[in-house]
């Protein structure tokens, strides 16, 4: 099994329609310049730098660990329409992810709410979230494409958009993602690395030094008709399943 880091990428155009650009966005990229991560490769400022365009924007943005299709609007004015697209949830989003476990289902949704779980003995991270009843409504659709023993590849069709709603709702499933910090079968993993950064050791612990989360394709109307990007999984995902052994 391979604990390798992500090959050396850049962002990929992958659709260039006058109005946006599809990008492939790499891992371990941000979307957009963090003053507090400098040292941090992001999308949007190279994608600035390679069209010349000084008007490109992220209408959504994707965690620095996680790959895949992204959109970036080319002016004002698709900005602001991909904006009500973005609020009013008319974006269809498909993500990819490889867990720790092997579902008794082929096809599940959960609709279960999701809130701050709160700092307390057994929650030392701020920022996790949870199924909690007073949380806010959320609901994510899955479905397996291909299982291996001990780990399942699965599609993720989130129906709202609620912070790390796919890695809290496989949490709570029972099915951690390969490489999450923070949602993983480690609850310690996130704080050392705040210490200490991504080491080889938590690489060894967490199987991969990223979360195996991938955006594989968006959907939206636009000027009346239907789009759809698609990225395929990244190299380094990919990699990390082809690794694993087959069934049987």
Known sequence: MSFAAPAPERPRIVTEHPDFYIVAKPALWLTHPVRARVDVPDV????????????????????????????????????????????????????????????????????????????????????????????????????????????????????????????????????????DKIYGRDSEVFLEFMQTGQTERLTRRLLLPRQALHAHSVAFNWSGAAFRSEVPLAPDLQAFWDGLPPEG
Do not use: C
């Not at 701050?116 to 991270?125: D, K, M, P, Q, V």
């Open 44 to 179: 949007l400022s190279f994608l600035q730098q390679e069209t010349g365009e000084a008007g490109v924007a992220p209408p959504h943005r994707l965690d620095r660990e996680t790959s895949g299709a992204q959109v970036f609007s080319r002016d004002s004015d698709s900005a602001r329409r991909f904006f009500t697209l973005f609020k009013e949830h008319l974006v269809g989003k498909t993500y990819l992810a490889i867990v720790h476990g092997e579902p008794a289902w082929d096809e599940y949704t959960l609709d279960a709410p999701l809130g701050s779980l709160g700092l307390s003995g057994s929650n030392r991270i701020q920022i996790r979230q949870a199924v909690t009843p007073d949380g806010k409504p959320a609901a994510t659709a899955f479905r397996v494409v291909a299982r291996k023993p001990g780990f399942t590849l699965l599609h993720a069709f989130p129906r709202s958009g609620r912070l790390h709603q796919i890695r809290a709702h496989l949490s709570h499933l029972g099915l951690p993602m390969v490489g």
